[in-house]
T-cell receptor, first 117, second 112 residues
């Protein structure tokens, strides 16, 4: 499967500031997915990032708050802007992976544990 | 719209025993994939097992097996011979044509 390097692994940020999370994949992938996991909750899809086009955001997530870049087929960033304590979550990037022609779903980065104080 | 339901917020199992984690789903898609992931306290998401909607046999991966009942729209995870390291959150997920949706998760605790 693809290997994803995600950083930072954790950060503590002041409210009102922004944090950019980076994901680097060891192979070229068409789509990258960004998820948020609030404390004690499941994963919620924020947006899908395709190279060369605007990211597609899910209901409840907007570009001004979570701008995404996808400059090439191996890299993407998610910025959490103007942070508040409610943004404290784990943020995960993911990509498709398959084996022997079968799509096995997603592989994930190690996650970014964000605390906003 | 796709929906994944995990009705067990928490489960306990004795070490070396088997445990079943429940998952039901709802979709209008004919082709879909069902997945189970493990999330330890470190936060990473670890892929465990996959079942395609057209697969006739239940998937198995080592100590993990997926009890797939298509008519009932259920995809339960069975962990055999539980180990202390199996203590974690477990998420059921379904892949449609374009993205993946996750259930609420089940926290499994293995007792020594």
């Amino acid at each position: 499967s693809a290997v994803i390097s995600q950083k930072p692994s954790r950060d503590i940020c002041q409210r009102g500031t922004s944090l950019t999370i980076q994901c680097q994949v060891d192979s070229q992938v068409t789509m990258m997915f960004w998820y948020r996991q609030q404390p004690g909750q499941s994963l919620t899809l924020i947006a899908t990032a395709n190279q060369g086009s605007e990211a597609t955001y899910e209901s409840g997530f907007v570009i001004d708050k979570f701008p995404i870049s996808r400059p090439n087929l191996t890299f993407s960033t998610l910025t959490v802007s103007n942070m508040s304590p409610e943004d404290s979550s784990i943020y995960l990037c993911s990509v498709d992976w398959g084996r022997d022609g079968v799509n096995y779903g997603y592989t994930f980065g190690s996650g970014t544990r964000l605390t906003v104080v | 719209a796709q929906k994944i339901t995990q009705t067990q917020p928490g489960m306990f199992v004795q070490e070396k025993e088997a445990v079943t984690l429940d998952c039901t789903y709802d979709t209008s898609d004919q082709s879909y994939g069902l997945f189970w992931y493990k999330q330890p306290s470190s936060g990473e998401m670890i892929f465990l097992i996959y079942q395609g909607s057209y697969d006739e046999q239940n998937a198995t991966e080592g100590r993990y097996s997926l009890n797939f009942q298509k008519a009932r729209k259920s995809a339960n995870l069975v962990i055999s011979a539980s180990q202390l390291g199996d203590s974690a959150m477990y998420f059921c997920a379904m892949r449609g044509w374009n993205d993946m949706r996750f259930g609420a998760g089940t926290r499994l605790t293995v007792k020594p």
